[in-house]
């Protein structure tokens, strides 16, 4: 059964760094992507990566601070986050959709229907 988990979510100081783990067992072909979830706030893109090449998209407000990468013998993609701050305290989504949604910028959250059950991320001293 196809399916997607989330780990390694928790509480860091700002400055720190998390590295979050995405199993993505059954999705093969499919782009790839992390979305967040702030209290109060909609569910925001914050990179995918394509199934086609592997090409990394990352939204601004991460760029330079978050990697994103494939482990493809482990069915796996991870997000390195690097610089935290507190505006990146959030529930962490992976999430999987065809149809090159990721290369073509199809961002928004109704485009993808593969959702894992995220995993919290809190950034604070």
């Known amino acids: 059964q196809s399916q997607l988990v989330e780990s390694g979510g928790g509480l860091v100081q700002p400055g720190g760094s998390l590295r979050l783990s995405c199993a993505d067992s059954?999705?093969?072909?499919?782009?790839i992507g992390w979305f967040r979830q702030a209290p109060g706030k909609e569910r925001e893109a914050v990179s995918c990566i394509s199934s086609n090449d592997d090409s990394v998209y990352y939204a601004e407000s991460v760029k330079g601070r978050f990697t994103m990468s494939r482990d493809s013998a482990k069915n796996t993609v991870y997000l390195q986050m690097n610089s935290l701050r507190p505006e990146d305290t959030a529930v962490y989504f992976c999430?999987?959709?065809?149809?090159?949604?990721?290369?073509?910028?199809?961002?928004?959250?109704?485009?993808?229907?593969?959702w894992g059950q995220g995993t919290q991320v809190t950034v604070s001293s």
């Open positions: 059954g999705f093969d072909y499919y782009d």
């Open positions: 999430a999987a959709e065809l149809d090159y949604v990721c290369s073509t910028y199809r961002w928004g959250t109704d485009e993808w229907n593969h």
